[in-house]
């Protein structure tokens, strides 16, 4: 028996989408309170912190939720009772049990989606919270809404193995990481228990030829790509962080690479660049000096500024792979997407999304090919619908065991 | 006007007099001496060196718009070797020719030297004063690439002239990245029956596996006193790390020295000249703290992402300007990260480049021990 087996799903459903209200209101205290704190941990700027915060709490809503839970397990109602799942068999999908998320430290509240999943299959969540609090804040939110959910949701904070829980106690677990961190994580995990893996992932944009009709257009496109690009400082999965560019479109790739540096500067005004270490300071700068000095010598472009608040190189040499700074971004001109795709492997890329501009299906084709969770347009790619698969992942069908019953 | 030969004779005979003044009598370069030969070699350069000129002039930096200060001469991505030829000459009258170490996209680049002389001249210089500030005449035992497998490794090219210059005997134990123990082992047990000073060159990836061999015989050896180890390269490219700290202790307790007996050297394949911790020949000490030093010739700058020099005490990024890179380029930007003081350098780290990120690396945190 979980805390909530017993709770109506809609009912849950419902506090879950009333406690987001509730946080998507940039005058919620709990809401304020937490500000400071996740520009301390992150060193985001307060825009970027209150647009992350936005996303998220908005797109939790009691239909996108139901939604979601219906199109991967027929309907709600299965998490409360048995339903008509084929002609011969009803099915009645249970809490797997147990839930435990390790948290990101990178980006905004990357736990909480699992987690409210987790609660909506009636699981009992334990979350690795980060310093900032914003899972244990919302928590308290959900309990409020619902008084099972002191019970059913948990957040703690632990920094090492000596006070970390025992994942053996768990009948799933969730964590983002490294493969070689996940890997380890997977060690401490008991035998039954599924583990929900969110390795680090990349995402890349890729503009067709047919995208570059015109300057107008070039200049909307650029203006989208740089707000993927300069977004959560390029940290997440869902950040701008190769960029392929066709030749042959009215604009070439030279002017959008301008256009796209202008546009860069801009989305900066409305998120200003975030605080950065030494060491990222030194590794940008060293990557525009390097970049500088091919141009001066004929190879490529660079655009950039004084303090290397951004840098956008234009073609680099195909053997480098993507620069994984903040801000930082390759535009790599191609004749179409076969070498997009062997740029992809030649650097075994795990791509997490594509944003698309043009209309080819073979840029789709090879999307799919490299293995691609998530096809979406520029300016997007840092806004997935709830609904979406998290590196190809159902968001809730994995939090819940299907008990069938023959009719 | 004079010719480049001329020229570049004219600038190496200033280094050499240098060069030798430092390493006979210890006097330094004052600032106006530095900064006078800097600008000589850096206007030389623009006139030779092709690459670092169009770099240079797209920074607007001309033959007719020079810096005023040696700190305002622009300093070359150290990954700009990878790029072209770093040389005020013909590659191919090349002396010397060092190869950098690869990256993990597995291309290396190359720094030629024109003249072997004055690289021989400035390490010694620098190791002698540094390392061998006692005049001691050791035996070498180099966990380094040896120089007859590898000729294009500056490390190895370095300890071999040092060898020759300097040691009573010296033995090679790396073959690849294999250590040969059992011979290190034998020759190591033979000087200490003689109770003869030694030096152990090695890189820190190599001590490491020296330890791990070591502690599989359960063996502590301690050393003849005067006995020191140059420890150098840390761990770039490598997948395990250790921290320093606990990489000396564990030297100290297995071969019975203490942590003034090992010296760091800091230098890299883009550069002529060395660092090397000050704790043979510093007054005081450092209290945990590690202050590098080089030779008079050799300055580092601390900068910010614009490139100006930070203040004493800021972490920023290295620019080194070697003036004895007379026939490549005197300014290199590293992403190496220091800390200027007035006693010295303080080296902060060199790591591996940047890597992907994704979502998260919290799985780590939940698993560190």
Redesign the interface.
Known sequence: MTALSAVPAARIVRAIADAAERFADADFPPRVRLLDRIVERTGYTLPVVEYALDQLFFSITASALEETIAAELGSLAALDRFVDRTETTQGHARPIGRVAVISSRTTIGVAIVPAIFALCAKCDVLVKDREDGLVRAFFSALAEELEPMATAARAETWVGESDAVDLRDFDAVVGFGSDAGLARVRERTAAHAPFIAFGSKASVGYIGREALDDETQARLLAADAARDLVLYETEGCLSLHALFVERGGAVAPTRFAELFATAIERAAVEFPPGERDARANARLASARNLAAFRAATGSGGVFSDERASYLAVLDPPASEPPAFLPRALAIRTIAGPDEAAAYLERHALPVEAMAIAGSRDEIVNMGLRMGVHRFTTLGRLQRPPLANAHGGRPRVAEFVRWITRDR | MRSYREESARLDESLFAIVERWHRSGEPMDDAEFESLALRIFTYQLRYNA?YA??C???GITPDRLPGSWHAIP??????FK??AIATFDPAHAELAFETSGT????GGRHYMERAALYDAALLAGFDRFMLPDHPHLRYFNLVPNPTERKQSSLGYMMAQVCAARARAAGWYLRGDELLIEPFLADLSVEIERGAPICIAATAFALVHLLDALRERDLFVALPSGSRIMETGGFKGRSRVVERDDLYDELCERFGMTHDAIVAEYGMTELTSQYYDDVRIAREPGHGVRYKVAPPWLRARV?????RTLPNGT???LVHVDLANRSSCLAI?????GVQFDRGLVL?GR?A?????????????????
């Open positions: 690459p169009r770099y002039a797209s920074l300093p070359l991505p150290n990954g700009a790029e072209a993990t996209q597995g291309v900068v910010g992402p614009d490139g972490v920023g990024a930007q590293t992403e190496d990260l902060i790591e480049g940047a890597e992907l990120r994704g979502c998260s690396l919290d799985a780590e945190d939940l698993i560190r021990r």
